[in-house]
């Protein structure tokens, strides 16, 4: 038990739906990660939030939208995506210093796009 | 830009075995370096760290020693049992305002009986 939960663990969706991924923390952190691991394929970080604020978008298409109401929550917007989307999304939580902070992730949810 | 190598797998030893994973690291200045751990059906755990030039992290039998002057953080371990088969990665921290993780590809463990 890392701290951080996600739910659901597994979500089986059509391209037409729309869905979401939620991301809790335990740990008063306040940074917030949202990383796709695609099979074969190193892990990608997508969004990070800091203090509630967004600070990085790793050119995400606009298909999946993150929202962050506090600093404890994170969530993932799911709609119209497509069968190439289907990975492992892991949450991950920290607290930034610079240079040196360690992350912790979620179990993360297994997404499969029909 | 930064970046981490690390070796192909499936790397497979009998149980006992000794066990080293490679991993070298490109960056500008000196990142702190992290093995991470994935057990089958599970997110990322953090194995050990290192934050400078030197340094080594332990966990749970598992060693690895930040070198600068070969820019490399080699994963160890001198007798591996059939619970450590998992996908192990290691990544370094990309400072700046958004610490990014930089990850390696991963190498997958399996220890045999």
């Known amino acids: 038990e890392t701290g951080v939960t996600q739910t659901p663990r597994h979500l089986v969706m059509g391209m037409t739906n729309k869905k979401s991924l939620k991301c809790e923390q335990h740990?008063?952190?306040?940074?917030m990660y949202w990383y796709k691991q695609s099979a074969k394929k190193p892990l990608e970080l997508m969004f990070v939030y800091n203090f509630k604020e967004q600070t990085e978008n790793n050119s995400v298409p606009s298909r999946f939208s993150p929202e962050c109401p506090n600093s404890s929550h994170l969530f993932l917007h799911l709609h119209t995506l497509q069968p190439e989307d289907s990975a492992l999304y892991l949450c991950a939580s920290s607290q930034p210093t610079v240079g040196s902070d360690t992350q912790y992730f979620g179990p993360g949810t297994r997404l499969t796009v029909l | 830009g930064n970046s981490v190598t690390q070796m192909e797998g499936p790397v497979t030893l009998s149980e006992e075995a000794f066990l080293t994973i490679n991993c070298t690291y490109t960056a500008t200045g000196y990142p702190s370096l992290f093995w991470y751990v994935q057990y089958p059906g599970e997110g990322l755990q953090l194995l050990l760290k290192?934050?400078?030039?030197?340094d080594k992290g332990s966990n749970k039998g598992f060693e690895a020693t930040y070198r600068k002057e070969t820019t490399s953080f080699h994963l160890e371990k001198g007798s591996v049992q059939v619970s450590d088969s998992a996908v192990y990665f290691c990544a370094l921290i990309d400072g700046g305002a958004t610490n990014k993780l930089i990850f390696g590809t991963g190498t997958l463990l399996a220890v045999q009986p």
């Open positions: 290192a934050t400078k030039a030197d």
């Open positions: 740990l008063g952190h306040n940074a």
